[in-house]
């Protein structure tokens, strides 16, 4: 059989309700030659049980359970399972088109590229599904390492900084391994695997369906999480420098920023100033650096006081985060603006 195999990678934490509709979405591929493994990351639901019901029920699915990891963990280990000439990776709680598998591999034979990337279709449990507009429209439009970095990090059709709406050709995941402990991992494993693609290709049609969750964290959940999207903007400067992508540079330079003024925000709010000194410090030192960039950016005006206020007094501004009406006006403010 000459068709080459593909391997989709799905973590499964805590996601019986969704974990089905995906599998099935997956075994119902019209390219039939998969090799479908499941990683259980120490679920503590019925979705160790589920995923060896669909081991036993169709052998193109192999099952590792493990103790909790982490989403990285268990993605390094289904790459060291993978036996496929071309990785798909799926959250469990999304699923896909059935012609996806078909169509990007399709793509990527079309125009000899190392990577195809298509359209993605945001869902939600009680409103309509949304797909934005695409990049390109165009099916096959090829484009360079640097474009792809860029659209990354300003495009939602593109996945925004997702890993899973991307079919990569196996060689460029070797020698690779996802960040473990972090929240960022997919937008810091983009930074690391776009440049060794020197072909992408990408199509407008929407294959992946992207559950939004609705369900929310406080201040403090949110802290590490925030604190890791600083350090993966910053893991992004530093790959487009060594690469000389000055576009991808001019691109990113908003959401670093964005990126800072939450993280400290989030540091002061949540009493972790000496948690996090290094991080609070590099911060202020970003904004005494960058007060022309902070005055000309796309930054609202209330995250641009918020960061003139930050350099002026840190103590001064986690006393005003005391009140209540303060830091939830701008906790509400800038969700709206996300």
Not at 90 to 116: G, R, T
Not at 295 to 324: D, E, H, N, Q
Request: net charge positive; proline share 4%; charged share 25%.
């Amino acid at each position: 059989m000459n068709d080459p195999l593909i391997s989709v990678i799905i973590p499964v934490y805590r996601v019986e309700a969704y974990l089905k509709r995906c599998v099935d979405s997956v075994l119902a591929q019209t390219y039939p030659r998969l090799q479908v493994i499941l990683v259980d990351d120490g679920s503590a639901d019925n979705c160790p049980n589920i995923c060896d019901k669909y081991a036993a029920m169709d052998g193109r699915v192999e099952v590792i359970h493990q103790a909790n990891a982490g989403v990285s963990n268990a993605r390094n280990k289904g790459l060291k399972m993978a036996k496929g000439e071309y990785i798909l990776f799926i959250d469990s709680d999304d699923y896909i088109a059935p012609d996806m598998c078909e169509k990007l591999l399709a793509l990527i034979k079309q125009e000899q590229a190392d990577m195809a990337v298509c359209n993605i279709t945001y869902t939600y449990p009680h409103k309509s599904d949304f797909t934005p507009s695409p990049v390109f429209k165009t099916p096959g439009t090829r484009i360079s390492s640097e474009q792809a970095l860029v659209l990354a990090i300003t495009e939602h059709s593109f996945g925004d900084t997702g890993i899973w709406n991307k079919l990569f050709a196996r060689e460029l995941l070797t020698d690779f391994s996802f960040k473990e402990g972090m929240r960022s991992e997919d937008f810091w494993a983009l930074c690391d695997l776009f440049p060794k693609a020197p072909k992408i290709v990408y199509t407008p049609q929407s294959f992946y369906y992207y559950f939004q969750n609705p369900a929310g964290v406080t201040a403090s959940r949110n802290l590490r999480a925030r604190i890791d999207s600083y350090q993966a903007v910053k893991h992004f400067i530093e790959v487009c420098r060594r690469q000389d992508y000055q576009a991808a540079l001019k691109a990113v330079e908003y959401r670093y920023l964005d990126a800072a003024v939450v993280a400290a925000f989030l540091i002061l709010l949540c009493d972790k100033k000496e948690n996090y000194k290094d991080v609070f410090n590099e911060i202020v030192e970003l904004g005494k650096m960058s007060k022309e960039k902070i005055k000309r950016s796309k930054l609202s005006y209330s995250k641009k006081w918020f960061f003139k206020l930050v350099l002026l007094c840190p103590g001064l501004t986690k006393a005003i985060l005391r009140f209540p009406i303060i830091h939830w006006g701008l906790t509400k403010l800038w969700r709206a603006e996300a």
